[in-house]
């Protein structure tokens, strides 16, 4: 997915907000905007917007010395995930098919996204989830490639954000389960509110998944610069699921070469992204506002490009 126009006003937007989350100075504030504004007419376009946020952010954190704005943001998030994970577990333990329950509920809880919005209801995001069908829904094709794999078989799950991650060990757990191995990637360095090696331990993912980390401080998941020790693992996965929007942006026409399914789970946050997968699934635009919509998207295997 290419960076669009309309991606230039929201990495200003974006900028203004990480600075006065870094500092009450509004001198500062206006120094990263400068900062911001240089920067955007020299942005790649054919690049992925996550690719381009890199520059942003690190001209963000050069201006006002904080490297991790949202640090304190990002425990909060994980500690009121954690407060409610055991209600969540028996949810998700009751219910008539386990691992399609724990997708919806790990779904809703990408609404936790402080790039793309200032605030969020993960309550009421969970409640729509379990109500309201998917605007693409391919949880029925994913439960069946789930079912066909051999046990041991290998799964990549692309981490997004703090929060967000302890919904997704409902998934993770609900995989463990059915004998196959998950590696949870997370990145390699402070991104907005993405979650960290450190973040998936205190969230206690170590205990059914192996961590790594891509190797990149990108709010998604580029490929060409990510470590080797991610590239090893993406090219051998069985089944790769690929978490928010950040890793779609990033993903959305590239799979792993050896052929691995790769399964999209977020919800759409921006409309540069829903008329992007829209022009993919042949959705309606107006299908797909980038108002919070919850899709399960799955993109057949082809060759990296």
């Known amino acids: 997915?290419?960076?669009?126009?309309?991606?230039?006003?929201?990495?200003?937007?974006?900028?203004?907000?990480?600075?006065?989350?870094?500092?009450?100075?509004?001198?500062?504030?206006?120094?990263?905007?400068?900062?911001?504004?240089?920067l955007l007419p020299q942005m790649e376009m054919s690049l992925t917007p996550p690719e381009n946020a890199v520059a942003v952010y690190a001209a963000i954190a050069r201006v006002t010395g904080c490297a991790d704005p949202y640090l304190a943001i990002k425990k909060a998030s994980?500690?009121?995930?954690?407060?409610?994970?055991?209600?969540?577990?028996?949810?998700?333990?009751?219910?008539?098919?386990?691992?399609?329950?724990?997708?919806?509920?790990?779904?809703?809880?990408?609404?936790?996204?402080?790039?793309?919005?200032?605030?969020?209801d993960v309550g009421g995001a969970m409640e729509r989830a379990?109500?309201?069908?998917?605007?693409?829904?391919?949880?029925?094709?994913?439960?069946?490639?789930?079912?066909?794999?051999?046990?041991?078989?290998?799964?990549l799950y692309l981490a997004d954000n703090c929060g967000e991650i302890v919904y997704d060990s409902l998934v993770i757990r609900c995989l463990v389960d059915l004998g196959l191995e998950v590696t949870v990637a997370v990145k390699g360095g402070p991104i907005i509110n993405d979650a960290l090696f450190t973040d998936a331990l205190a969230c206690g993912l170590d205990h059914y998944a192996r961590i790594i980390t891509n190797g990149?401080?990108?709010?998604?998941?580029?490929?060409?610069?990510?470590?080797?020790?991610?590239?090893?693992?993406?090219?051998?996965a069985d089944l790769i699921l690929s978490k928010g929007q950040g890793n779609f942006e990033t993903l959305s026409e590239v799979v792993s070469e050896t052929g691995a399914d790769i399964f999209f789970l977020l919800t759409v946050k921006c409309p540069v992204v829903g008329a992007h997968?829209?022009?993919?699934?042949?959705?309606?635009?107006g299908e797909l506002p980038g108002q919070g919509e919850m899709v399960l998207y799955g993109r057949e295997h082809s060759a990296v490009g």
């Open 78 to 120: 994980n500690h009121q995930a954690l407060a409610i994970l055991p209600e969540l577990l028996r949810e998700v333990k009751l219910s008539e098919v386990p691992l399609h329950a724990a997708l919806r509920l790990a779904i809703a809880g990408n609404i936790i996204d402080y790039g793309a919005m200032a605030s969020f």
């Open 216 to 236: 990149t401080a990108c709010p998604g998941t580029p490929l060409a610069s990510c470590s080797a020790e991610f590239s090893h693992v993406f090219k051998r």
């Open 1 to 38: 997915m290419k960076t669009s126009v309309d991606c230039l006003a929201c990495f200003m937007g974006q900028a203004l907000r990480v600075a006065r989350i870094s500092t009450t100075d509004e001198a500062v504030h206006l120094d990263v905007a400068r900062a911001v504004a240089t």
């Open 277 to 285: 997968l829209a022009r993919l699934t042949g959705k309606h635009l």
């Open 130 to 155: 379990r109500i309201i069908p998917f605007a693409i829904d391919a949880s029925r094709q994913l439960l069946e490639r789930v079912s066909r794999l051999p046990v041991r078989s290998k799964v």
